[in-house]
């Protein structure tokens, strides 16, 4: 599964970003997508993560109530929908999916190439 992030840029703290993931095949259907951050100097975050067919979705508590993940399988696509930025969501984002919903890193086997979140204050 070959993944690619987009949507990344620059905002001014309290604006909206939306976040595209899109995957090369339909088996994505079937597979938990990831999304998580890295600012420099930091470690990989969770950031959130929605199961194969949308009914399940876990948020970090540091962006609970401002994202929304949610995914359109007939396209392929999953979507984070970021409002209410803040500069400390300024990051690197990833997209990575797995065939188990988790929201550890490391279990999951695909990723996209990441995409430039910057937000200023």
């Known amino acids: 599964v070959q993944l690619q992030a987009s949507g990344g840029g620059l905002v001014q703290a309290g604006g909206s970003l939306r976040l595209s993931c899109a995957a090369s095949?339909?088996?994505?259907?079937?597979?938990?997508v990831g999304w998580f951050r890295q600012a420099p100097g930091k470690e990989r975050e969770f950031v959130g993560t929605?199961?194969?067919?949308?009914?399940?979705?876990v948020y970090a508590d540091s962006v609970k109530g401002r994202f929304t993940i949610s995914r359109d399988n007939a396209k392929n696509t999953v979507a984070l929908q970021m409002n209410s930025l803040k500069p400390e969501d300024t990051a690197v984002y990833y997209c990575?999916?797995?065939?188990?919903?988790?929201?550890?890193?490391?279990?999951?086997?695909?990723w996209g190439q990441g995409t430039q979140v910057t937000v200023s204050s």
């Open positions: 095949t339909h088996t994505f259907i079937s597979y938990t």
């Open positions: 990575a999916a797995d065939r188990k919903f988790t929201i550890h890193f490391n279990e999951y086997e695909y």
């Open positions: 929605i199961s194969w067919s949308g009914g399940s979705i």
